[in-house]
Structure formats: C-alpha cells, structure tokens
C-alpha cells in the first residue's frame, strides 16, 4: 500500500487513510478503542467456558469493533487454553476474542481486576464461564449506553441449575441495601472503577456486593434495562458457603451504614431456616 501511495505520489494523509482501511479489512486490526469491554474469568471449567465464549462471539452488533473480549484464565490445568485457542482468528464469528492471559491469580475478583484493568472500553461486562448472553444483549447495551452514558446498567437473568429453569432474577435497585445485583447482568462505566475503587479482594464471594454499594452509596445513577441479559447456572454454586456469604453481607453492611440488627423473632426465623435449610 505504501509503495502504491508513493508511486501515484497520493498525499501522505491519504496515504494514512488507505493503510488503514487494508490492515482494518484485510486483517481485522482494531485501530480504536472500543465502546464496550467484556471480561471472562475462569479457571477449569473448559466446557462452560466453551458455551460462554460461543454466546459471547456470536453476538450481532451494528460494528464488531465497538466490542473487546478478555479472557483471564486462572493457570487452568483442564484444555481451558486449548478451547481459548480455538477460537482465536475464527473470522466465521462476528466477534473476535480481543485478549486473553492464563497465570495464576489469587480468586475470581483478582481475575476480575485483571481483565478491568487490561479493558480498552469505555463501559465494562463481566461474565463468569458457564454463564450466557441472551442474543442482543449487548447490542442493547450499547444502545442504552448511548443513551445513558454516566449509568450503570443492569438487567434480568435467567436461573438455571444445569439444564433446569429456576426462574427469572429481576433486581431493583431500591432494594440494594437488602439483596445484591447480579454483576453477569451489570455495565458499568469503566470510569467508575477507576474513581471509586475496583472489586475489593479482601472479600471472598460478596465483593461485588460491596462494589455495587459503594457504588449506590457515592449516588452515582443506575438505569434498569428490563432487559433479560443472560443466564446463570447455579450449578456451580456451593451451598456450604451460606454461613460465609452470610458474614460478608453483615459485614458490607456495616461499612456502608445499612446493617439492621434482626429481631429475636427474626432470629428465630433465621435459625429454623437454616436447621431445615428452607
């Protein structure tokens, strides 16, 4: 192209130009920076990291270059890289997997932090392996972050327990003192992590509770979608860590100033649910 542009004696800018349209079509470079970031975290789950990959890059956008993908893959010793490999330069998807590291890591809001920190975007997704994007779903959240570009943006989600539907979690935000936002479903302006703070790794499954109130307690705006964004397979979630998820949300809520004391009849109530795991 260089050759050509200098033989024709093309000024310069054009020039620019003309290189940069052959390496954006021809190769797929993206020169620019993208609207949205998505991140996946994972470490041995190959096949749900499989299916969240596929829900990913199938997604129609008007541009593939307003998307990123990140991977942060935690040293998995399963074919987790292999499957990553895979899908490396497949021009047949119509989107491309944009980056992706495999070390270790010291738990999923460390993986987390990582792939905010390495993102380009201006608005920022998370999605854990094993879970999905509904088709569109980030066609429309672009659309809305157009609209709305100083909220963070949540939605609907789609509870599975392996191939069985659990129901529908469609969170408010007016209830986020009392119950937690999924972050699967969530956007948020990367500026805010910057400002207020990334996932705090102090935490071991609430941080991002903690992010989101923290996020809730500096004001900054939510916007509901009411949108159903993805599913969420709950067969990865261990009912032995209840007493510890139980801990950090008294412990969130102190910090932010929302902890009520429950009542010795809420007490009790706590107690028989827990005895007969109700």
């Not at 800018?13 to 620019?32: A, K, M, P, T, W």
């Not at 990123?68 to 899908?87: L, P, Q, R």
């Not at 529908?168 to 999924?182: D, T």
């Amino acid at each position: 192209v260089v050759i050509i542009c200098f033989v024709l004696l093309i000024p310069w800018n054009s020039c620019i130009l003309l290189i940069y349209l052959h390496l954006s079509n021809c190769f797929g470079v993206i020169l620019s920076n993208p609207i949205l970031s998505i991140i996946t975290i994972n470490r041995n789950n190959a096949e749900g990291l499989r299916k969240t990959i596929e829900s990913v890059l199938s997604q129609d956008v008007s541009d593939k270059t307003q998307v990123e993908y990140i991977i942060i893959d935690g040293a998995s010793t399963d074919n987790s890289v292999e499957i990553i490999k895979s899908f490396e330069n497949n021009q047949s998807n119509k989107l491309q997997i944009t980056k992706w590291i495999s070390e270790l890591d010291s738990g999923i809001y460390n993986a987390m932090n990582k792939g905010i920190k390495m993102a380009t975007g201006e608005l920022i997704g998370i999605m854990n392996s094993g879970d999905t994007y509904l088709p569109n779903a980030l066609k429309k959240s672009i659309s809305i972050f157009k609209e709305y570009p100083k909220h963070i943006q949540y939605g609907i989600v789609n509870k599975f327990m392996g191939n069985h539907f659990e129901g529908a979690l469609c969170p408010r935000i007016e209830y986020l003192e009392e119950s937690m936002i999924p972050h699967n479903a969530t956007f948020v302006p990367k500026d805010y992590y910057e400002m207020y703070g990334y996932y705090n790794e102090n935490f071991l499954v609430l941080a991002d509770y903690d992010c989101f109130l923290r996020f809730y307690s500096n004001k900054l705006p939510f916007f509901y979608s009411n949108n159903i964004v993805c599913n969420f397979d709950l067969s990865g979630v261990s009912s032995t860590m209840a007493s510890l998820v139980d801990r950090e949300r008294i412990e969130i809520k102190q910090k932010y100033g929302y902890y009520i004391p429950p009542s010795k009849k809420q007490k009790i109530k706590n107690i028989i649910k827990k005895l007969f795991r109700i």
